[in-house]
């Protein structure tokens, strides 16, 4: 029998970063009874760690700008597969929802008329794509991720939100008609299990870079949410694409804005030459991320990398000045002296591609809805299930989301799945309560672990897996090394079903909550692996060498990993803007 | 080359009746690595050995701990910055409740900082974009914003180690500040109002211990004078 403790809200947001914290503030202003369950407290969270900024368009830079170029140039970004009508929403809804960061007092940057700074981005124009490069992200300085995170912190503080720190959400709960109702949770630094019940669970985990053994990611970035839902049974969709940054520090991993080269800065090889130039003639390098990532490789490949090994190349910023360095991108001179050694005012920061953003993810609505499929191919809601943020797949990115998109994701879809959640809880939510054994269905895990007495050690098979992610999984890909691959988790997922946990003890037992998570990296790499083995073409952040085309014919489609069969699914992209025509397929260059 | 020698602070309330030091052999393979890489090795000895960490590069503020007698973010402190004779000291936070090895129980250090209403206020109905600011009201913000909440400047503050239930302490303040100093927040007095008790800012002995230990390279101090100016000039 279960004797947890249980909790109950009208809505329990599981992650305290910038998504979390968005919807969060707008059930907690309605009076909802509203918990943030964070496995960190908030302000430690991932969205901290964003640099450049957030790209809306204001119509600061430029009194002229359109929401609908910046939804064109987010559609192109992503390889035509961001769902258009999600695209038309957040370009639209977007300038409110950077307006009301600023009224929250998000100290942004300005011009001298004193309106919010933007700057050049990667995949940036005017007049669909026609105008030239355009100026479309609103930044503080080059720290926009930690203004924009503890802003939304505060303004939750002021309005009175529940926090729930330091604790660690298990599983989901469900019921016995399969509608999610709530999660186990523990507290850490007690090591209390409880069960928290609600009418409405978001799924505001992030990302799971620590899937890749080189990556810009927090260490708490394990697609906790990602593997709940999987757990539960649930679809991921577009698991394959995954964002190589072409700016991570080589060697750390620590991540290097886009806003360098967007104020002017450039990529060299070991001749000194700014290579961009040939694959992306007039972008140079801001052309889309994965452009650029897959250039930076291809010059590293036919010897033109730099250093002793000629794995990586140069980002040239010294001649920007030291007024324009200290000025718009100070974090970046900090983080270049601890973690290259170099000072860019005068010689260039090493850099590499590098693990940075998951653009697939829990398939949602744009009001936060979870989606799955039933076996003829039709949508259907899940009912009390949500997400948000990088954790969410609305989706925005398609298969290769633009710089400063991620931030204008996390405010409008968390404003977004915030007001949709106070409307349903209005119209009144029933859903049957949960029985013992749903509640214990939920507990397997961490009774698993907690019942171990012997196995392999956590860490060494996270790094197994992470070994095996980074050197089939990359930026480019090819069929019989992924089999290998898929091939090798198979085999690690169930050595970790037999791993150890040696530390039993209740008080913040952090081995504990690293198994928890190790779980979580498996289920994120099974579905990535699966999904990027079945993908045959090439598209956006998905590069094969066996398959170097976009396929319009077939794949213009999202995947869809099936947990209980592993067998992946397509779902259509959504071509039905609301109020401007669809933007069709085309050929993408920069 | 010889191990790293690391003696490390170590307190399990549900094995320990008292804290102890242990010592670890660390084989950094002779690379100047940071401090939360040692940790790391150290964990993979023993796995009970606890301590917060998140982004690993100096933003997220989970890492702050005394190493070799100074607080700091071991994430962003290369061995050569602190390590003396091959030997690391790495004590908890001073002056807050233990929860169990390097982790400490952060809840006063919160209490202070929701305590100076760290949100802007601006009754005034807000225009359909955004408030404008000059660039020059903005640079006011610079040096203040930036704090990361990772608690260096308080724990290393006599003054708050003494009173930390009402001496607002250097980080609340800094925020404070931040909020005093911006150019969109109009409830100054009633912020200063609920500052000028003998301790809430008072207490600040200036001992700049603040400034000394900022992974942020900010200044505590500076901001605490400021209130301090706008104290008196508010008082006559």
């Known amino acids: 029998m279960s004797n947890l403790r249980s909790l109950t809200f009208d809505a329990i947001i599981i992650g305290g970063g910038g998504s979390g914290l968005r919807a969060a503030l707008e059930l907690a202003k309605s009076g909802k009874k509203t918990a943030v369950l964070s496995k960190v407290f908030p302000t430690r969270s991932h969205t901290v760690s964003a640099q450049g900024g957030i790209t809306c368009a204001i119509a600061s830079a430029d009194p002229d700008d359109d929401w609908r170029w910046h939804m064109y140039d987010t559609v192109k970004g992503g390889d035509y597969i961001a769902d258009q009508d999600a695209s038309e929403y957040m370009c639209s809804e977007g300038p409110k929802a950077v307006f009301e960061l600023e009224h929250m007092g998000l100290p942004f940057s300005r011009f001298d008329n004193g309106r919010i700074y933007q700057r050049p981005f990667g995949g940036q124009s005017k007049n669909f794509g026609e105008g030239g490069q355009a100026a479309r992200t609103c930044a503080a300085a080059d720290r926009t991720g930690h203004a924009l995170l503890h802003t939304l912190y505060q303004n939750n503080l002021k309005n009175n939100t529940t926090f729930l720190n330091e604790w660690y959400a298990v599983d989901l709960v469900k019921n016995a008609e399969g509608d999610v109702v709530g ?35 927090a260490l708490i970035n394990t ?18 694409m995954w964002q190589f940054h072409p700016t991570g520090i080589y060697g750390a991993g620590t991540l290097v804005t886009e806003g360098c080269r967007g104020e002017g800065g450039y ?24 452009v650029v990532a897959r250039s930076m490789v291809m010059e590293i490949l036919e010897g033109r990398g730099c250093g002793e090994k000629g ?52 398939p949602t609505n744009i009001h936060g809805q979870a989606i799955t499929q039933d076996d003829s191919g039709n949508d259907h809601i899940v009912n009390g299930l949500y997400a948000c943020g990088e954790a969410a797949c609305v989706s925005v990115h398609g298969a290769n989301r633009l710089g400063g998109n991620s931030l204008l994701d996390l405010v409008v879809f968390g404003r977004a799945a915030g007001m949709f959640i106070e409307s349903a809880l209005n119209e009144g939510i029933e859903y049957l309560d949960a029985s013992e054994s749903d509640i214990e269905s939920a507990m397997k895990r961490i009774t698993r672990w907690n019942e171990s007495d012997g196995g392999e050690s956590i860490p060494a098979l996270k790094a197994e897996l992470q070994d095996i992610m980074q050197t089939s999984f990359g930026v480019f890909r090819e069929e019989k090394n992924m089999q290998e691959g898929v091939k090798k988790l198979d085999e690690l997922r169930s050595r970790i079903a037999n791993a150890h946990l040696p530390d039993k003890s209740n008080a913040f037992n952090t ?30 952040a998905h590069s094969r060498y066996d398959y170097p085309d976009r396929d319009d014919v077939n794949w213009l489609k999202h995947s869809l990993y099936f947990p209980a069969t592993k067998e992946l699914k397509k779902r259509d992209v959504n071509f039905k803007p609301k109020t401007v025509d669809t933007f069709e397929p085309k050929v993408r260059t920069y | 080359m010889s191990n790293l020698q690391v003696s490390v602070y170590r307190y399990n309330p549900e094995t320990d009746s008292a804290p102890y030091m242990q010592e670890f052999q660390v084989d950094t393979k002779g690379r100047d690595v940071m401090v939360l890489d040692v940790l790391h090795m150290m964990k993979e000895q023993d796995s009970g050995l606890a301590f917060r960490r998140s982004c690993r590069e100096g933003v997220c503020g989970s890492d702050g701990m005394n190493m070799n007698g100074k607080n700091g973010l071991a994430c962003i402190t290369p061995l050569s910055d602190v390590v003396k004779g091959n030997k690391l000291t790495l004590r908890p936070l001073p002056g807050l409740p233990v929860i169990r090895d390097m982790v400490v129980d952060m809840a006063l250090f919160y209490k202070q900082y929701e305590r100076i209403q760290p949100y802007l206020q601006n009754d005034e109905p807000a225009p359909a974009i955004e408030r404008l600011q000059s660039p020059e009201e903005r640079d006011k913000l610079d040096g203040l914003y930036e704090c990361i909440l990772c608690a260096c400047c308080s724990t290393s503050c006599p003054s708050f180690w003494w009173n930390p239930d009402k001496f607002v302490g250097p980080a609340g303040l800094l925020q404070s500040y931040r909020f005093l100093a911006d150019s969109r927040d109009n409830a100054t007095s009633e912020r200063l109002t609920d500052l000028e008790d003998p301790f809430s800012v008072f207490r600040c002995r200036g001992i700049m211990n603040c400034v000394a230990v900022c992974p942020k390279g900010l200044n505590p101090t500076r901001a605490i004078g400021k209130i301090r100016e706008m104290l008196l000039a508010d008082a006559t």
Do not use: W
């Open chain 1, 267 to 290: 990529l060299i090889n070991k001749d000194g030459e700014r290579f961009m130039e040939r694959y992306a003639p007039n972008a140079k390098d801001l052309a889309g991320r994965d």
């Open chain 1, 223 to 240: 697609g906790d949410g990602i593997g709940m839902a999987l757990r539960a049974g649930f679809p991921m969709q577009d698991m394959e």
């Open chain 1, 311 to 362: 794995d990586h190349v140069f980002l040239k910023l010294d001649h920007l000045g030291e007024e324009v360095l200290g000025k718009r991108l100070p974090g970046i001179v900090e983080l270049s002296k601890t973690f290259a050694h170099v000072d860019p005012a005068k010689d260039p920061i090493p850099v590499v591609p590098t693990c940075h953003y998951m653009m697939g993810g829990i």
């Open chain 1, 511 to 540: 081995a504990r909550v690293e198994a928890l998570e190790l779980d979580n990296l498996m289920e994120v790499a099974e579905a990535t692996a699966i999904a990027a083995l079945e993908r045959n073409e090439s598209r956006g």
């Open chain 1, 183 to 217: 999660c186990i949770a523990m507290c850490i630094e007690t090591g209390e299990v409880v069960h928290v019940k609600s009418k409405a669970t978001v799924l505001a985990t992030g990302g799971a870079g620590r899937i890749y053994a080189s990556t810009t990611n």
